[in-house]
């Protein structure tokens, strides 16, 4: 008896079979189909929650918990505290602000072992957007709360206040990294010159953090231009850069497993200095 694939038809029936299988997937459509649960080329890991850790939290600046207070050290202003993290902030103290590379990473806390927790110990995610600077005229156990190696939040007053009553002052806290939940893609504002590019990278969603930056026009194929971190989210292109094209921006996380994405969109053509750009895509 022949083969059945030897019968034109059948073959043909077989092909549509698959290339409409390929379809559906691509449509986004559940299928049992093993290649359905491949991971996309360039897709991103989703970032894992951590184990929870011992550390501690009071509050400080403005009560309303806006304003350029709440994000000097890592170069948020105060209308990025508004429009991207409102209240939900803390100063980090040095061993997780990490010399500036804990800016944008985000924690769940919640108080724990005090008469001045919130009845059922409610949790408050945070985004890192300051630091905490160490007092050294007083000891870490009395009022040298960011002290290293302390593991301390000093917090915008509204979630402070999620978590305990403002007469505690200081609570102890459990906190553990969380995924950045952001929406839209990656925000990029501009300060410089076409010579001297400064890159404030803001919005970033998964791991929260950066650890290098690289850009490229977007109208060619010119080489990847390596950027030096400066301070905090920012980011230095010493380049002369043509402001017709747009940029393309190539993004590495900080945080272990490192990962990158590139925002092809990130800046239009004939972008100007001292205003903000979004791109379309993020860690997500």
Known sequence: MASSWNNPAIFLAAALAVATAAQVVTAGFT????????????????????????????????????????????????????S??????????????????????????????SPWCNPGSPSVVITGTNLCPPNWYLPNDDGGWCNPPRHHFDMAPPSFLKLAQRVAG?????????????????????????????????????????????????????????AAHNWGITYQVFAALDNSDGLTV?????????????????ISPWWITGLCYQGSNNFY
């Not at 897709?43 to 009071?58: I, Q, R």
């Not at 804990?102 to 108080?111: D, I, N, S, T, V």
């Not at 990278?201 to 998964?206: A, I, L, R, S």
């Open 84 to 113: 991207l993290y409102s209240t939900k902030t803390a100063a980090l103290s040095t061993p997780l602000f990490a010399d500036g590379n804990g800016c944008g990473q985000c924690y769940e806390l919640r108080c724990v072992k």
């Open 31 to 82: 299928t049992d189909l093993y290649w359905q649960q491949q991971p996309a080329p360039g897709a991103v890991t989703p970032y894992k929650t951590s184990d929870w850790h011992d550390g501690s939290a009071t509050f400080y600046g403005d009560p309303s918990g806006m304003g350029d207070d709440f994000g000097g050290a890592c170069g948020y202003v105060s209308n990025d505290i508004v």
């Open 170 to 226: 200081i609570v102890p806290v459990q906190y553990r990294r969380v995924p950045c939940q952001r929406t839209g893609g990656v925000r990029f504002c501009l300060q410089g010159n076409h010579y001297w590019l400064l890159l404030y990278v803001m919005n970033v969603g998964g791991a929260g953090d950066v650890s290098s930056l690289s850009v490229k026009t977007s109208g060619g194929d010119g080489a990847w231009i390596q």
């Open 250 to 266: 190539k993004l590495t996380t900080y945080s272990t497993p490192q990962q990158t994405i590139i925002v092809s969109d990130a």
